[in-house]
């Protein structure tokens, strides 16, 4: 599924072990750090300038780790809409470069019941195009 489509999921549809649908994401490009730089406040020349980025020893730009973060905020808000949302923490595992595609990913950790509907846990990840996982989270979603 690609990020154009919101489709809300219902805690009455999942059990402990449902996967998620998907949330593929266009290529990164380095348009798109330039853009993510501005609004993050994060101006490091090793996400928008190849030349820097090879000083300290890469092969090239890397996004922020906090882009792919995003990305599975997004994910959420696009899961269970942003009332949803509990608790959202991440751990960022591998770098990101220009050209990857990204799709998020996750599956249903626990359902517990709450007085205003159930109380989930779930477990997140972006994954690049070679099936890497590179950003990995975990959630915690209130839905009806």
């Given at each position: 599924?690609?990020?154009?489509?919101?489709?809300?999921?219902?805690?009455?549809?999942?059990?402990?072990?449902?996967a998620?649908?998907?949330?593929?994401k266009?290529?990164?490009?380095?348009?798109?750090?330039?853009?993510?730089?501005?609004?993050?406040?994060?101006?490091?020349?090793?996400?928008?300038?190849?030349?820097?980025a090879?000083?300290?020893?890469?092969?090239?730009?890397?996004?922020?780790?906090?882009?792919?973060?995003?990305?599975?905020?997004?994910?959420?808000?696009w899961?269970?809409?942003?009332e949803?949302?509990?608790?959202?923490?991440?751990r960022?595992?591998?770098?990101?470069?220009?050209?990857?595609?990204?799709?998020?990913?996750?599956?249903?950790?626990t359902?517990?019941?709450?007085?205003?509907?159930?109380?989930?846990?779930?477990e997140?990840?972006?994954?690049?195009?070679?099936?890497?996982?590179?950003?990995?989270?975990?959630?915690?979603?209130?839905?009806?």
């Amino acid at each position: 599924m690609t990020d154009t489509v919101a489709t809300r999921i219902s805690a009455c549809e999942l059990s402990i072990g449902s996967a998620l649908p998907e949330l593929r994401k266009d290529a990164i490009t380095k348009v798109q750090l330039v853009k993510y730089a501005g609004a993050s406040g994060d101006y490091n020349l090793i996400h928008t300038d190849d030349e820097t980025a090879r000083r300290v020893g890469l092969d090239g730009v890397i996004a922020h780790g906090m882009l792919s973060m995003a990305f599975l905020g997004q994910y959420l808000c696009w899961l269970t809409g942003p009332e949803s949302i509990r608790r959202l923490g991440v751990r960022f595992v591998e770098m990101v470069r220009p050209g990857d595609v990204l799709t998020c990913r996750g599956r249903v950790k626990t359902v517990e019941p709450e007085a205003t509907g159930r109380r989930m846990t779930l477990e997140l990840w972006v994954e690049n195009q070679r099936a890497q996982q590179v950003t990995l989270g975990e959630a915690d979603v209130v839905t009806s």
